[in-house]
């Protein structure tokens, strides 16, 4: 679906400037490890700027497609469109938190920042600490990672996907094992990141705490999307 | 280029960091390559000839033995957490983080080499016969032999369940071209024999065919599940 925005005069002929709105097309995917099918034909569309929030079952799948998204899991069959390009040709675009930090414990929440930046070609510190301030850590802090609260290695997790200013957030599990402060301030963020026109994923069990935030609730169920849905009905709530 | 240059050495800096915080990998490997040099000194009681035959294939064999600790362990770290799949989301090259790992692994194994050579020179009272300076590049060419292959056959292996016996499985067959080059160029210079300039060529060719090999699959390996 495309949504046209504006128009521009080019020696009086009218050429029509226009912006996809569809963030994620998925069309058809199946992803098998072996002979189970961890997402079974999954197809939808996902509007961008938009906050969307995955609900399921262990073993639903919702990890799996969101790693197929971002590129980690290659569809056994079935198509993947990021901004309109496949998920790896759009890696900067995508920022991408897993249920593990992806960050190395003997270094400092910096350090890390640090390198991923290198990874991304931005140079210098300000951007590192900027988001490190952004996500309530100090970029002073000195500690290495491994020695961090879980709370506070979540945030340094969350810090890692956003620091290159990505138009799509995948997050897996963001508020596991956080209290439910840290939760909220989490929840927040990702508010504020959705208003600034990101798009965003998130795989919880806890989706009452995105109830008032989230933009649609997604229900899957044996690795096949069943229900979607703009607020959270009781009984996904109480699923989860 | 000057990103995969940047990358490379960035990743590179960051391995050195954890290396030198953990000191995981050179601990193991010069505490094994020790222990080799000790039990075979104690082991046979060869005179000064016969240590310059032997000697070669001793003291790469230790190395090489030594060389599969580090390699497991550079790999075993981006295990942890799964910071290897922070990598694969970025749009770094996929060679610069093989290069990276090859040339941390080939310090770690000189480091370990520069350690260890003087003191087995010691223990098996050697002083080499043939022209000493020749043992430089059969040093370069012949731990980059075993760096290069041994980083790809840990990536490779890194999803397997029984990693630290499958690399050398994988490992040690295809070496072998390259140790005997090492062990055959270490006896002539040791004993006096003549020029090791063939088994150095062949080395050199060696290190080029399975380089070009290993950077050209290396993205494959990666990007595996």
Redesign the interface.
């Known amino acids: 679906m495309l949504h046209r925005v504006s128009c521009l005069t080019v020696s009086e002929v009218k050429i029509p400037h226009i912006v996809p709105v569809i963030a994620i097309a998925v069309s058809n995917v199946v992803k098998q490890f072996g002979r189970f099918a961890a997402l079974r034909g999954v197809s939808a569309e996902f509007d961008a700027g938009k906050f969307h929030v995955i609900l399921g079952d262990n073993g639903a799948g919702k990890t799996t497609l969101l790693r197929a998204l971002a590129g980690l899991a290659q569809p056994t069959s079935g198509t993947i469109s990021i901004l309109g390009r496949s998920p790896r040709e759009a890696c900067r675009e995508i920022g991408y938190m897993a249920h593990p930090s992806l960050l190395y414990d003997e270094m400092s929440g910096l350090e890390n920042l640090r390198y991923c930046a290198r990874l991304y070609d931005i140079a210098g510190d300000g951007r590192c600490e900027q988001v490190i301030r952004s996500v309530g850590l100090e970029p002073e802090l000195a500690r290495p990672v491994g020695q961090y609260s879980q709370g506070m290695r979540q945030r340094m997790s969350l810090a890692r996907a956003i620091f290159h200013d990505p138009r799509i957030l995948l997050l897996d599990e963001p508020f596991s094992n956080v209290d439910v402060h840290s939760a909220r301030e989490i929840v927040g963020l990702l508010k504020e990141m959705r208003d600034a026109g990101k798009t965003i994923f998130v795989v919880t069990h806890q989706a009452s705490l995105l109830e008032n935030v989230a933009d649609e609730f997604v229900r899957m169920q044996a690795g096949q999307i069943v229900e979607r849905t703009s607020g959270l009905i009781p009984n996904q709530a109480e699923a989860q | 280029m000057s ?1 995969l240059r ?2 490379t050495l ?2 590179l800096t ?1 391995d050195i ?2 290396e030198w ?2 000191r995981d990998a050179i601990n193991s490997m010069l505490f094994f390559s020790l222990l080799v040099v000790v039990i075979f000194s104690f082991s046979f009681d060869p005179n000064a000839e016969e240590s310059r035959q032997i000697a070669g294939g001793l003291i790469w064999v230790a190395f090489l033995f030594a060389a599969v600790v580090a390699l497991n362990q550079t790999w075993a ?1 981006e295990l ?4 290897l ?8 090259p996929a060679n610069a983080l093989f290069v990276a790992k090859a040339l941390g692994n080939f310090i770690l194994v000189s480091l370990l080499e520069a350690v260890m050579a003087p003191l087995f020179m010691i223990f098996y009272n050697l002083r080499p016969l043939g022209p000493a300076w020749q043992l430089i590049p059969v040093a370069i060419l012949g731990t980059w032999a075993l760096v290069v292959n041994g980083t790809f056959f840990a990536a490779m292996s890194l999803r397997t369940r029984s990693r630290e016996i499958m690399l050398p499985l994988l490992l040690f067959p295809i070496s072998i071209p390259a140790v005997q080059s090492m062990v055959e160029a270490t006896r002539i210079i040791l004993a006096g024999d003549g020029s090791a300039r063939f088994w150095i060529v062949l080395l050199l060719t060696y290190d080029v065919v399975f380089t070009t090999a290993c950077l050209a699959l290396f993205e494959t390996i990666l ?1 595996a ?1």
Do not use: F
């Open positions: 990103s940047s990358i960035a990743t960051k960091r954890l915080r953990s770290r942890r957490n799964q910071v799949d922070a990598y694969r989301v970025s749009p770094a990007q599940e």
